[in-house]
């Protein structure tokens, strides 16, 4: 693979699906990428032809723009395969229209509140995976004594890493002193709710797992070959099964 196709690959990783809190290059939604004559060109795949439109140009469009701030990329073409709206997205894309210049009256969320609406929904499930691994690790720990736990009790490991990454995409502090259990503001709860909230939060990372899993299936059913371009995901018994 040509020294840029590798530089791009690497860049897309950085793309995540909104929804499902994974790179779309570990999902296996990138369906080829090829530099030639100054141009680069990607053709992205997803799960079904009905999959979310908005959620479909995010990625898209997060896909060019990483691709875009390649100094050597040149001329940088997307295109997204096999949608209902592949047209649609594909001219707004190549216009660079953005958001609601591509869907017009249809586009009801301004781009960066969708985004946004993702983060927290991200950053909720990587705290509860945290915790929950903490509560594993040590019997005696209360939910409840997980109100006193800081981001520096926690250990150097990737499950902390990802907690991290979350929280400053949503712009709220990272350093070792600040509470783990808290709300989108960076705001601690009340310690008496702390088993409510750890709940929830384990039902939005519950979700978000089981909507990968489905949707990786989806995509192997519709794509056989996008198997071999599939990553393991984090704490599956697949990625057990790989190490």
Do not use: W
Request: glycine share 6%; charged share 30%; net charge negative.
């Amino acid at each position: 693979m040509p020294a840029l196709e590798e530089r791009a690959r690497d860049a897309l990783s950085a793309v995540f699906d909104p929804e499902l809190d994974e790179p779309i290059t570990d999902l296996g939604f990138v369906r080829s990428l090829e530099a030639r004559d100054g141009t680069l060109t990607v053709h992205l795949r997803l799960p079904t032809s009905f999959c979310s439109p908005n959620f479909a140009y995010l990625m898209a469009s997060d896909a060019k723009d990483v691709l875009t701030a390649l100094p050597e990329a040149g001329r940088v073409e997307v295109l997204l395969d096999d949608h209902h709206d592949s047209d649609l997205i594909n001219r707004g894309l190549a216009a660079d229209a953005g958001y609601r210049g591509t869907f017009g009256d249809e586009a009801e969320q301004d781009l960066e509140q969708l985004r946004a609406t993702f983060r927290r929904k991200a950053h909720t499930a990587a705290m509860e995976r945290a915790l929950t691994a903490l509560l594993r690790a040590d019997g005696d720990l209360s939910e409840e004594a997980l109100h006193d736990v800081t981001l520096g009790d926690l250990p150097d490991d990737r499950v902390t890493a990802a907690l991290l990454r979350r929280r400053e995409a949503l712009g709220l502090a990272v350093t070792p002193d600040q509470p783990v259990l808290v709300d989108d503001l960076g705001r601690p709860y009340p310690k008496e709710e702390v088993p409510l909230r750890l709940r929830f939060a384990r039902s939005v990372r519950i979700s978000i797992d089981g909507n990968a899993h489905f949707c990786r299936g989806l995509l192997r059913t519709r794509y056989p070959e996008s198997a071999a371009d599939q990553a393991p995901r984090p704490g599956s018994p697949e990625e057990a099964r790989a190490s």
